[in-house]
């Protein structure tokens, strides 16, 4: 990260961006900042915050995967972008995605047991039938491991996500 970059995740309060405000943040690394965020209807969102090339590139792959498969039953549906601005004149691009329950790796974490043959292979299905769709457009998911696989309804759907 060039010096003066920022994901918005530094210590201190949550940043209100566009009609979002986060509620929590979820994951920090030094590209991104994901953050548990509400509309102004309440509803639970994800946003994730990153500099312009990776978000409109990340916009882009979503939006062409969406056009493809309408019903986004393989990967996180995108809501909304937002370009940059939080309070401070922010250069950041905002993805507003689906809501999610949790992910594969946090999922994992609080496992108190081991998963069982059935959650296994559930998981295994939906990321490999996800794969193989993406395969078969000529497309590769460059970057696929437990935090990039999202649960979007209680243990049921669980989806790619991150295609920057």
Not at 77 to 104: I, K, Q, W
């Amino acid at each position: 990260m060039a010096e003066g970059e920022h994901t918005g995740a530094e210590a201190g309060p949550l940043p209100a961006v566009g009609s979002y405000r986060t509620t929590k943040l979820l994951h920090a690394s030094r590209k991104t900042a994901v953050y548990l965020a509400e509309t102004a209807m309440g509803d639970s969102v994800v946003l994730k915050r990153c500099r312009p090339v990776q978000a409109e590139r990340e916009r882009a792959t979503l939006m062409a995967l969406k056009r493809a498969d309408p019903d986004c039953t393989r990967f996180v549906r995108l809501v909304d972008f937002v370009h940059g601005a939080a309070a401070d004149a922010d250069p950041l691009e905002s993805l507003v995605l689906e809501p999610a329950s949790t992910s594969l790796e946090a999922w994992l974490r609080s496992c108190y047991h081991r998963p069982s043959w059935s959650e296994v292979l559930l998981v295994g299905d939906a990321v490999g039938r996800a794969l193989e769709w993406l395969h078969a457009q000529d497309l590769c998911h460059t970057d696929v491991k437990p935090s990039n696989v999202l649960c979007t309804d209680g243990g049921r759907n669980w989806k790619l996500c991150d295609f920057a």
